[in-house]
């Protein structure tokens, strides 16, 4: 099994236009375990896929009991 690595945020994603397919933005992770610093990653996201892990994690959000149902935050 491969190494294993904690997303801790994603910072400033962002596109040049409301339109845009592609959106930019920095990937802080953290290998599980380690004592090395975070890593910080420049990522390329397709809308598609931002509306994959929505959906997703909109499922399992809902799923889950520590966060109210209804869409309150």
């Excluded at 802080?28 to 375990?33: A, Y």
Aim: hydrophobic share 35%; charged share 30%; glycine share 12%.
């Amino acid at each position: 099994m491969g190494e294993t690595w904690e997303v801790l945020t994603l910072r400033g994603l962002a596109a040049t236009d409301e339109r845009a397919e592609e959106f930019t933005g920095t990937l802080v992770i953290h290998r599980v375990g380690s004592t090395e610093p975070v890593e910080s990653i420049t990522v390329r996201v397709k809308r598609s896929i931002l509306s994959e892990v929505h959906d997703a994690l909109g499922r399992l959000l809902a799923r889950s009991k520590g966060f109210p149902r209804g869409g309150g935050r």
